[in-house]
Nanobody, 124 residues
Framework: QVQLVESGGGLVQAGDSLRLSCAAS????????MGWFRQAPGKEREFVAA????????YHADSVKGRFTISRDNAKSTVSLQMNSLKPEDTAVYYC?????????????????WGQGTQVTVSS
């Protein structure tokens, strides 16, 4: 089992920045690729970004490319999502996920473990 706890969400204005963090506990963190997903009201959960076990390879959705950056610190068992130039359409609950999956996997069903989510609200 891997337990994941997200933090860092909040209410910001368009153009602002936020940094989300996800703390992992349980099994060896570096055994897993990590991902961030988001779910807006009335919509399906969608892929945002993923990073491989070593941190050497990252993959971002086209909708956030150039604005969001995923990173990880295996010594601290954390994965982060730096979000810059936020837009109202980025408003969603953001989830951290862990899985032994290819880093390019965008499917929700392929990830094994999930956090409870943190709310990000961007006002215009």
């Amino acid at each position: 089992q891997v337990q994941l706890v997200e933090s860092g969400g909040g209410l910001v204005q368009a153009g602002d920045s936020l940094r989300l963090s996800c703390a992992a506990s349980g099994r060896t963190f570096s055994n897993y690729n990590m991902g961030w997903f988001r779910q807006a009201p009335g919509k399906e959960r969608e892929f945002v970004a993923a990073i491989n076990w070593s941190g050497g390879r990252a993959y971002h959705a086209d909708s956030v490319k150039g604005r969001f950056t995923i990173s990880r610190d295996n010594a601290k068992s954390t994965v982060s999502l730096q979000m810059n130039s936020l837009k109202p359409e980025d408003t969603a609950v953001y989830y951290c996920a862990a899985g032994r999956v290819p880093v390019t996997t965008t499917r929700v069903s392929e990830y094994d473990y999930w956090g409870q989510g943190t709310q990000v609200t961007v006002s215009s």
